[in-house]
């Protein structure tokens, strides 16, 4: 079985300060995928940035960027230059990766970024 | 649109009726996901389907909820007999098909159900 920890409930940050949250991952699988999802009051899953088992590079989206430690199975996000906009609920997922692995997301718990002036 | 599209966005319904969410992915898309959001849960997958396979069913909690898909495309989630812990929100997901490595999920926004 494979899980996600999300250690943070909440957090506060800064407006165009940057801000890391924290994704552990258990998995038993060689090849796995982490995603990081962006939910705002509106109810939406929006897609953030993905990083793949195998990736040598830790994976970056504009203001996102993925800090990837296979060995600590440790997948951080980090938002530079905060904006009011990024206040929402933030969910780390893990799924297996192919072939036969299925598709299925694991979500973690999520952590409730609050972007003040 | 572009994205995917669930209806309704909002359901009220009375403990022991039958409801119906519906989910249209997004063009081209040849997997579906049903995610059920609650307070309690988090985020729990329920059902996959991909093209013409037999659909992942390993996370429907009871024999109350069942889903198809007609025709490769659009998707109902039917939920029998509703329950009061039925009430979540309901997240219907899309993405190309598997085996590809990055293969995103991309998601609507929800049905809220809430069950009286």
């Known amino acids: 079985a494979q899980k996600i920890t999300q250690t943070q409930p909440g957090m506060f940050v800064q407006e165009k300060e940057a801000v890391t949250l924290d994704c552990t991952y258990d998995?038993?699988?060689?090849?796995?995928?982490l995603f990081w999802y962006k939910q705002p009051s509106s109810g939406e899953m929006i897609f953030l940035i993905y990083?793949?088992?195998?990736?040598?590079q830790n994976a970056t989206e504009g203001r996102y960027s993925l800090n990837f430690q296979k060995a600590r199975k440790s997948a951080n996000l980090v938002i530079s230059a905060s904006q009011l906009g990024d206040s929402a609920m933030y969910f780390c997922?893990?799924?297996?990766?192919?072939?036969?692995?299925?598709?299925?997301?694991?979500f973690g718990t999520g952590t409730q970024l609050k972007v003040e002036l | 649109g572009a994205g995917v599209s669930q209806s309704p966005s909002n359901k009220v319904t009375e403990k022991g009726k039958d409801v119906e969410l519906r989910c249209d992915p997004i063009?081209?898309?040849?997997?579906l996901y049903w995610y059920r959001q609650s307070l309690g849960q988090g985020l729990e997958f329920l059902i996959y389907?991909?093209?013409?396979?037999?659909?992942?069913k390993s996370g429907l909690p009871s024999d109350r909820f069942s889903a198809e898909r007609t025709g490769g495309s659009v998707s109902t989630l039917t939920i029998q007999r509703t329950q009061q812990e039925d009430s979540a929100v309901y997240l219907c997901?899309?993405?190309?098909?598997?085996?590809?490595?990055?293969?995103?999920?991309?998601f609507g926004a929800g049905t809220r159900l809430s069950v009286l």
């Open positions: 997901a899309s993405s190309f098909p598997s085996g590809r490595a990055k293969n995103i999920q991309y």
């Open positions: 990083q793949g088992s195998y990736d040598e």
């Open positions: 997922a893990i799924r297996r990766g192919p072939p036969g692995g299925g598709n299925k997301l694991t």
């Open positions: 063009s081209g898309h040849t997997a």
């Open positions: 998995t038993s699988d060689q090849s796995y995928g």
């Open positions: 389907f991909q093209g013409n396979s037999a659909p992942d």
